[in-house]
């Protein structure tokens, strides 16, 4: 991630981010959606059903509540190499695209998130912004990470050393 910002900007740590910077930042992309796939900021989302329908072997009655977990789908080894591995490459691979609906970052289907582009460009203007200037390292790397979770899960402690880079 860092070559790729390091080889973009080229030392420089004030130049606006251009459209083709974004463009070109394909790792720290990969970086985002794997951060996104190991620790999803929702952890589940309610569906009802319209009609009934077979879900898991059981019949379920229309208008029954069903709760879709997001963490269980983006853990499943039957839609990821190696699921509990956080392996940024794995988005770089030519011509890679998840399975259908088991990378839900921005939701899916009808109610996918109209912004996710926009978030995804402010993730990665974010990114590039604090880590051309700043090395940031984790105080203890074996640490737990501390998180609090109910519909959102939110990282509630995390220690970390910023210094500025050379």
């Not at 109209?114 to 390292?137: N, Q, S, T, W």
């Amino acid at each position: 991630m860092l070559d790729e910002i390091d080889r973009i900007f080229q030392g420089d740590k004030t130049r606006p981010i251009t459209e083709n910077d974004v463009h070109n930042l394909k790792y720290c992309e990969a970086v985002i959606k794997e951060v996104s796939r190991i620790f999803s900021v929702v952890n589940s989302f309610p569906r009802c059903l319209g009609k009934p329908d077979e879900i898991g072997g059981y019949q379920w009655p229309a208008e029954t509540m069903i709760r879709i977990n997001i963490d269980a789908i983006h853990h499943n080894e039957e839609y990821w190499d190696e699921p509990d591995k956080f392996n940024p490459d794995r988005w770089m691979v030519e011509g890679f695209e998840p399975k259908k609906n088991s990378f839900i970052m921005f939701g899916g289907g009808l109610r996918v998130c109209p912004g996710r582009k926009l978030a995804m460009i402010e993730l990665v203007c974010l990114m590039v912004l604090l880590f051309r200037k700043y090395d940031i390292d984790l105080i203890d790397k074996n640490a737990p990470l501390k998180t609090q979770s109910s519909i959102i899960t939110a990282c509630t402690e995390l220690l970390v050393e910023i210094k500025l880079r050379k």
